[in-house]
Structures are given as C-alpha cells and as structure tokens.
C-alpha cells in the first residue's frame, strides 16, 4: 500500500492520528522536502515518529517514483506531504505510476493553505483562483498573476497568493557546468510579493487606465505567516504596509481582498494595522450573497 | 483558552495529535453538529477522548455563545468541528465574541472538503467559486448556484459543490405552534444534486440559447461520497450517468469540471464511469498555465 500523508501546518504534532499510526506501520518513510515546509526538520519529525525518513527531493519525485513504489505491492510506504497530499501541489503522477503498477494507495489528509487561510477571517466561499507569485529574475518578470487577481476581484472574490518556494535550485553557471552544487534555500516574504505587486501596480498605471477593480497600493490584503504553528502572523493591511512589514521565517502567503462581508471586516480588524481598514469595499450585509 | 478544533473527514482517528492533547486537556468540550458530520456519532468520539462531549446545535452556538464561552478566561474550552473551523461554514462570530470578551483563542486546523476535494485528481488551483446546492421545496427552487457554475466554467474552473444538509429542521406546522419536534435529518444524495442541475439545465434550454459554456447532461462531473473514510467513494461521470448512481451514506459532494489538464484526465479515468471520459474537454497541455 501506498501511503499519502498529509502532516498539515506547523509542526510534528499536526499530522493526524490516523495519519501517524499509518508512519508507524510503514517499512520505508518519504518526505517530500521541496515545494512547503513545516516549522520544523526532518531530524525533528523523525524524533516524533521513532523512524528514519527518506527525504524526497523534485529529483527522487519525477524521475525515481519507481524507487518510491518498489515493493510497494507487498509493504507499506508512506509518503509524507507538508499540508495535503493534493494541496497547493498535487502528486498525481506518483499516484498514476501506483495504480498503473497495481499498487493499492491510500490518502490521509490534512490541513493545507488552500483551507487554513479561512482563519484570517475571510470565507473560503468567496475566493477564486488561487495564484502563484514566483521570485522575478533581472529578464523574467512574470505578471500574470496580477491579472487572475483583478479577475477575481471583479468577481468579488479574494485571491490566495502562493509565494515562491526556491529549495535546492542550482544557478545556471553551476547547471551549465554540471555541478550539483545548490543555492540556500529562499522563501519569499509577505513584503518582497507586496513590492512585486505595487511595481505592476505603478507600470500598469503608467501604461495605460486604471480600471476600477484593479489593485492600488491602498487595496487591503492579508498577511499570513507560519500558519498554524505556535508563532503563527496574521496581519491585515494595506498593500502598501505591507511592503515594509517584517513577519519573521517562513512560509509565508498573502491575500489581495475583493469586496467583504461585514462579519469579514469585524475578523479582519482583530489583526489590522492602523488605519488599513478605512480603504475597505465593505458592502451591505442585505445584498451579500454567499 | 478557547480551542476551535477541526475534526477532519473521516472518523475518530482523524484529529490531529496536536488536536487531540488540546481535547484531553479541557474542562468543556462541545461538538458542533449542524454543518458536517463525520462516519460516527457523538458516542465513538466520546469513547476515543475519554471525554463527555456537549452537542452544540445552531441554536447553542447563535443564541447560546455566553455559555460556551463562560469561564474560557481561566479554564480551557474546546469547540470540534467537523472539517476545519474555518472551513465551509465559519464560526467568526464565535470567535468574535471571544476576541471581544479578552478571551485568547486558538485554531486547530484540519482537512475539510475545501482541500480534501484534490483527491479526485482535479488540481485545488483550478477550482473556482465554491458552491451550495440546496433542497428545493415546492414554492423554492433557487437557482444562483448554476449561474455560479457556468461563470466559473467560462473562467476555465472546476466548481465544489456543497450539498445540503438539514439537522434539527422543524417542519413549518410544528414552527408555527411552538413544538420543538425535529425532523429526521437529511443529507442531499450526489443524485438529487445532478437531478436538480439537470431540472435546470433543462428549464434554461426551453426559455433561451444554450450558451457554448454552459453545463448540458454529457458535462463530466465527479460525485464524492464520505471523503477521508475507509469507504470513501469518487465516482467521475456525465450529469445524466450520476442522477443514476448511488454512492451509500452521507456526506456527499460534486464537482462540476470545467477544461481539463491531460494529468486531472488521467486521474479521474482511475475512477470514470464507462463512456464518461468521451465528454470531456482536454486542453493542450502546451496552452495550459495553473
């Protein structure tokens, strides 16, 4: 039996009971280590559950599922996934390769972003596409992104910005010459996608209209932070606070708001900073619809 | 402290560790059971806490919150939901009060359908709006959720939808007369769903133009029945193929697709009716950005 684990947000005890009894049976352990991390190591996990883990990097995953699977037909393997095994990244094709080769598997959920972010106070009901946020680079400065928010945002619906995972990448000088030699790992803060977002803010502007439901740099959004764990960070405010606002380690995520629900702004001013809340689009309670 | 506790889909095993100590630790613990239900009862959870459970009914929660919250100052309260606190159904104003009150409080996350959905192969990435579908009555056959649909179908997003559940419903006769007798509880089936989305789809093709994007009996939908439980069900069908199907006990949801990635083709194929797959609408995997 294949084994997807989900070991939700924060530390070692956030995995399921469920989901440790099955660690526990299991002869080898994958941690998937490459696309979110929990507060905590491998060493620390592997403390809690009383086993070796076998960490899983974007290599092992795409090009050696046939390890990950070996005899799999007649022991149990787990394969461990920060959040849920079909969060924010999807392992269909380990999954496809186990039911091609036969092997039962089986999925243990858990908490991931794409559910968590509810806590900041905004419904899940009304978000839209989730998008990613990637690090730009000096010629590759992607902004598509931007217009998926401004989409929901017409809508009325809030957007959920994944934000760049950069872990074991190599720089292309290191590529190009074969070396596997790896940067240190970099996760992109709430306030480095807050400046990339008000750069296509002011370009946008400077190019061409306005529109009425795009972004500016008084568009309240949310700020989340290590969500889940003790030293969790919530902080609402404008884009342009956020830009200079420091929410320690990672990881952390950011949400443009649409238009809010009045119960959303009551939850939203539990952790807003001052004077954010007066560029709300609060709209009337009677016309709201869920 | 007050504790928001999700219990996760399943059965009793599928708090998380850290849930479960925070369970243990508190000298109340309600268990709300009006939005969500897990496979077993009150009884089970109680035997597996070692704990007596107090059912918190929509009228405990929305009328009786000062008795949930009553001494949560000094001694620890805990609040089980089944899914995520802040899953479909919110509890702001719970908390709200709390925050109000100077009580601390703290989120215990866990999976709810809102992410669990990924496991049926479609990507969390392209979901759009979430939907509720509700029993029609006889004098009340909202149809807003399909608009919902067909925007979100336009958009290129797959759609949740949250099937009705009517807990402690008084028939209209006993409302009137003040007797607190209660309904059976009733769970709206992944059949009655496609039923009434057929009912509409139907009505619609009468009085208009059927839009290009619009949803017809052959649009591939995936029904989902007891999600996280051992005897889970995904079915991947037409509309008109899942009227027919019955996928056991509560709870259940479906997913009205939009355009596909050949990688969410090849997963909902592990679960597809026969002749379902011909319906689909696969998108150039080159043309495809999440």
Known sequence: MLYLIGLGLGDATDITVKGLQAVKSCSRVYLEAYTSILTVGKEALEEYYGKQLILADRDLVEQGADEILKDADVTDVAFLVVGDPFGATTHSDLVLRAVH??????????????????????????????????????????????????????????????????????????????????????????SQAAD?????????????????????????????????ADDQIIRTGTLRQLVSCDLGGPLHSLVVTARLHPLEVDMLRVNAEPDALQHLRVIDSSTFTS
Chains 1, 2 share one sequence.
Not at 169 to 186: A, F, H
Not at 211 to 226: H, Q, S, Y
Request: charged letters at 25%; aromatic letters at 8%; glycine letters at 8%.
């Open 101 to 190: 080769a036969g092997i039962p598997y089986r999925v243990i959920h858990n908490a991931s972003i794409m559910n968590a972010v509810g806590c900041c106070g905004l419904q899940l009901y009304n978000f839209g596409e989730t998008v990613s946020v990637v690090f730009w680079t000096e010629t590759w400065r992607p902004e598509s992104f931007y217009d998926k928010i401004c989409k929901n945002r017409a809508a009325g619906l809030h957007t959920l910005c994944l934000l760049d995972i950069k872990v074991k990448e190599q720089s292309i000088e290191n590529m190009m010459r074969g070396k596997k030699i790896y940067e240190p790992p970099r996760f992109m803060t709430v």
């Open 196 to 228: 990339q977002l008000i750069q296509i803010v002011q370009r946008r502007r400077r190019e061409e209209e306005e529109g009425e439901l795009g972004v500016t740099e008084d568009t309240v959004c949310v700020g989340l932070a290590r969500l889940g």
